[in-house]
Structures are given as structure tokens and as C-alpha cells.
């Protein structure tokens, strides 16, 4: 499941890597959506793209993996779009980290693996809202091409 999955990029890029899984998309923008939808069928991929969101999601089956690139600037702070889809993309205003937390916690599989990308600053927030929806933050590793980003990957408490 690829959580906020805009014009669905990540979701397309894991399909294509691993054809036998089967790859879900949530988006709340009905438009990034649609758009997600027609990229998927341009590469001839049958991944299921939902409207949604993530701050009530709850799947009929937990996922193995979750990935996410969720909004990372808090409300109120940065520069913001002309955009408003940029900024939904970008800054905590429909969700915020805690609400991503709290998906996972619901939809993830006992012994699922939850990728999420954030900058370096928000690893201290990362691990107390890890701590109050007890999950376990594994590790905290720079992202690729990416200075100040960093992947963290996460499971529940004790699996």
C-alpha cells in the first residue's frame, strides 16, 4: 500500500519492480487520484488506486508493506503553493505525521515492514509518535539522493 500515492509514482515504480505483489494506491485529492489511475493503466499495470483517507482508512486485510512519502512540513511553517494540491501534498493540512502513524498501526500486517520518507528533523517526532501508537521505529537511514531526507522503517512492537 502506497499511502498518499499522488499521481502514483511510487505505487507504478513498485509494480513495475515486483510484478507477482499486488499494489495499492490511497489518495485523498480525487485528482491526483484519476491521474494515478490513467498512469498505472499507460503502463499496462493493474494496481487499485482508492480515493481516501488515511485518517480513517482501515483495509478489509492488513498489509506486508507500507510505503509513504506523507506530507513533512508542519502547518504554518515553510513557504506555501499557489497550489493547493502541492500544498496537500506537502504540508501536514490533511493529515499530519501522528495520522500516519495511526494508519499504520491499523492496517499493517503482524510482521509488516512500513517505509516512510521524512526529513532529519522530523525524526525526533517520528519516535515519539512511534512510542504512543506502539510501533517500533527499526532503523533510521539517509535516503539516496536525498541530504536531508531521511527513510525510516518501522513495525509493529514487538514482532
Not at 77 to 85: E, L
Not at 93 to 110: I, Q, S, Y
Not at 137 to 156: D, E, F, M, N
Amino acid at each position: 500500500m502506497d499511502l498518499g500515492s499522488g499521481c502514483g509514482i511510487v505505487a507504478i515504480m513498485l509494480a513495475l519492480q515486483r510484478p507477482q505483489w499486488q499494489v495499492e494506491g490511497l489518495e485523498i485529492q480525487s485528482g491526483l487520484n484519476s491521474l494515478a489511475q490513467s498512469n498505472a493503466a499507460l503502463c499496462g499495470l493493474k494496481i487499485t488506486f482508492r480515493e481516501g483517507d488515511l485518517c480513517s482508512f482501515q483495509a478489509p486485510e492488513r498489509y506486508d508493506l507500507i510505503v509513504s512519502n506523507p506530507p513533512w512540513l508542519l502547518s504554518g511553517s515553510g513557504k506555501s503553493s499557489p497550489s493547493a494540491a502541492r500544498n496537500h501534498s506537502r504540508i501536514e493540512l490533511l493529515c499530519r505525521l501522528e495520522d500516519v502513524l495511526g494508519c499504520l498501526k491499523r492496517n499493517l500486517a503482524p510482521g509488516g515492514n512500513a517505509l516512510l520518507l521524512y526529513p532529519h528533523s522530523r525524526a525526533a517526532d517520528l519516535q515519539t509518535g512511534a512510542a504512543k501508537t506502539l510501533l517500533d521505529i527499526i532503523s533510521l537511514s539517509p535516503a539516496a539522493g536525498l541530504k536531508k531526507h531521511t527513510i525510516c522503517h518501522i513495525r509493529h512492537k514487538g514482532l
